[in-house]
Nanobody
Framework: QVQLVESGGGSVQAGGSLRLSCAAS????????LGWFRQAPGKQREVVVT????????DYADSVQGRFTISRDNTKNTLYLQMNSLKPEDTAMYYC????????????????????WGQGTQVTVSS
């Protein structure tokens, strides 16, 4: 059972930046899909970005492309999400996710496909 623990959320004004971290309980340098989802009040969970650990292929949601960057430090078993130029519509609970990658398929972008979830960290952006 993989355990994921997020940190780094908080409250910022529009245009500001935050960096989220996700510490994993085991080494996932190859053969996994990792990513970040978010859920705003009254809305469904939506993908923010995914990364295939073997190829480092990333897939960003259109709404965050160019503003958010996913990265990882395999020596620390940690995944990061750098969020710049934050907007009020980025306000949500952010979740770190992981699953084993299936063959050479792209990482899924639907929440139900991910077996492991962190507890979430709240990001609030004020205008």
């Amino acid at each position: 059972q993989v355990q994921l623990v997020e940190s780094g959320g908080g409250s910022v004004q529009a245009g500001g930046s935050l960096r989220l971290s996700c510490a994993a309980s085991e080494y996932m340098a190859r053969g996994y899909c990792l990513g970040w989802f978010r859920q705003a009040p009254g809305k469904q969970r939506e993908v923010v970005v995914t990364i295939a650990t073997t190829t480092s292929t990333t897939d960003y949601a259109d709404s965050v492309q160019g503003r958010f960057t996913i990265s990882r430090d395999n020596t620390k078993n940690t995944l990061y999400l750098q969020m710049n130029s934050l907007k009020p519509e980025d306000t949500a609970m952010y979740y770190c996710v992981a699953r084993r990658q299936v063959a050479a398929l792209e990482c899924p972008t639907v929440a139900i496909a991910y077996a492991w979830w962190g507890q979430g960290t709240q990001v609030t952006v004020s205008s």
